[in-house]
């Protein structure tokens, strides 16, 4: 579960009077499942999140469901070394943090910063279906369609990263996006695809630029925007078709599982 939609869950629970019980990977040494910040969330029915799984989560779930019945009781640390004594091979070494959830200690929660914030635009089959795969992944998405009957029905607690925009100009909101942003361009025409797709390229700064079709339609927009006037190093940003290399399939499954697969692999996914 991505961090924002964490603390919207956990958010929820309070207000619903659901104690909760935070698990915080405070610090970490050596090889382990997930990295320091890392929170799982645990309440009497239910575990949000994951703290990498295996007998470490199951030992950090039976202390925080103790500790359930003591809601006053101070923060508590536990010290644990991933060796024989967890029966995990990791080697490394997990100190977490665990306390009773408040909504003051929830307000000053410190979130990651996204892997990247991605302008989509196109509610089509693909663009579905890349934003439900998205729904799990730490980003920031700017849905864009000129046609709401498209997008499928939000829900802010399962996708607060996700805003879908209605616009009838599309290619205007090229200009909203912040500098490095990844773009990817499906939209249901090829004309709206060409006029926002030279947005794009115009901007100069965008982390990626993705445009779906074939080698055809590249080299036809290219030559086109080519005329137009863009140099070189701007028609040198377009990539098309968009996918890794090697993943056989049109399906809009397969070619979203590829597309974001590819997003991942861009520099501005990488966290430092």
């Known amino acids: 579960m991505i961090a924002l939609r964490l603390q919207a869950a956990a958010r929820a629970r309070l207000d619903g009077g659901t104690p909760v019980v935070e ?3 405070a610090a970490h040494q050596g090889s382990a499942p997930r990295e320091t910040g890392t929170r799982m969330l645990v309440t009497p029915a239910e575990v949000l999140g994951t ?44 100190k977490l943090r665990l306390s009773n959830l408040t909504r003051e200690a929830l307000d000053g929660w410190t979130l990651p ?38 997008f499928p029905l939000h829900d802010p607690l399962e996708q607060p990263h996700i805003t879908p925009i209605v616009s009838d100009a599309p290619e205007m909101e090229v200009a909203q996006a912040a500098p490095g942003t990844v773009f990817l361009v499906m939209t249901h025409r090829h004309d709206l695809d060409e006029a926002i797709t030279e947005a794009i390229l115009r901007r100069g700064d965008a982390a990626f630029c993705g445009l779906i079709g074939s080698a055809t339609k590249r080299a036809r927009f290219l030559s086109r925007f080519e005329a137009r006037g863009l140099s070189a190093a701007q028609l040198g940003r377009l990539t098309c078709p968009i996918g890794l290399p090697g993943i056989a399939g049109k399906e809009p499954a397969v070619l979203a599982v ?3 697969a590819q997003l991942l692999g861009c520099p501005a996914s990488q966290r430092t």
Do not use: M, N, Y
């Open 51 to 94: 703290i990498g799984g295996g007998h470490l989560e199951w030992k950090a779930i039976e202390a925080a469901r103790q500790r359930l019945a003591h809601p006053d009781a101070p923060p508590q640390t536990l010290d644990l070394p991933l060796g024989p004594a967890l029966g995990q091979c990791c080697g490394g070494r997990v």
């Open 23 to 25: 698990v915080l990977i």
């Open 113 to 150: 910063p996204p892997r990247f914030p991605l302008q989509l635009h196109g509610a089509g089959h693909v663009g579905r279906a890349i934003v439900k795969l998205l729904t799990d992944i730490d980003c920031r998405v700017d849905w864009v369609d000129a046609r709401p009957d498209e």
């Open 258 to 260: 590829s597309v974001v």
